[in-house]
């Protein structure tokens, strides 16, 4: 198994371009989360998908970002229009839970660097 | 709302030496508790996974949760240089049939030989 794979590993973009990074999740796994991390927030959660579905948005990052799960092999994370703001390292992960167990791992991250 | 708040912030230690961390929350219904490592540049490697108080041991890591005092720690047996990096614990809160995760801000561990 291969674990949570991310892509691009780096992206550096122009302000107000549109960028699409993309995750494929642990086989089997049905959650997926996307998050945004900083030095200085820490972890945010920017999208929860549970079996595909949509089940957090990130509340204040609804207007620019976008997640998608068409398949439960596959996701992406769209951020338009790009802003300087926006430069961090950008974390997939997904995780399969029971009432007594908890598997999850984490993708190696993006780094977004924002112009 | 979950706050999770984790000290100290950085901790210094010897090799060989116990290194102990400390994470508390405020949601009374927190169910599942993980700690985190990441070291500089790469993705989160999940450590140990509590669900009941006590006491629950991955090789060299431990992590023991006291659900009343709204505490969990995690204790690194005999630390390495190569356990120098950043640990985050996260805390979850089943809502439904969401999983809903919140992680504190850190705490940096540098390992002296």
């Known amino acids: 198994d291969a674990g949570v794979t991310q892509t691009p590993r780096h992206e550096v973009a122009e302000k107000g371009q549109t960028i699409i990074l993309k995750c494929e999740p642990v086989s089997g796994h049905n959650d997926l989360f996307w998050y945004r991390q900083t030095k200085i927030q820490g972890l945010e959660l920017l999208s929860y998908f549970r079996s595909k579905s949509l089940m957090e948005d990130g509340g204040a990052f609804k207007d620019r970002f976008k997640a998608e799960m068409l398949n439960s092999s596959f996701s992406t994370l769209k951020i338009q229009p790009t802003e300087p703001k926006d430069s961090a390292v950008y974390l997939c992960?997904?995780?399969?839970?029971?009432?007594?167990?908890?598997?999850?791992?984490f993708g190696p991250g993006t780094r977004l660097t924002v112009l | 709302q979950q706050k999770v708040q984790q000290s100290p912030e950085s901790l210094t230690v010897s090799e060989g030496a116990m290194a102990s961390l400390n994470c508390t929350f405020s949601d009374g219904t927190s169910d599942n508790f993980r700690w985190y490592r990441q070291h500089s540049g790469k993705g989160l490697e999940m450590l140990v996974s509590i669900f009941s108080d006590g006491e629950k041991e991955e090789g060299r890591f431990t992590a023991h949760l006291n659900r009343a005092s709204l505490h969990v720690s995690l204790h690194i047996r005999e630390p390495q240089p190569s356990d120098s990096a950043v640990y985050l614990c996260a805390v979850s809160s089943p809502s439904s049939n969401t999983d809903k995760v919140v992680f504190g801000t850190g705490t940096r561990l540098q390992v002296s030989p």
């Open positions: 992960a997904s995780s399969f839970r029971t009432v007594s167990s908890y598997e999850q791992y």
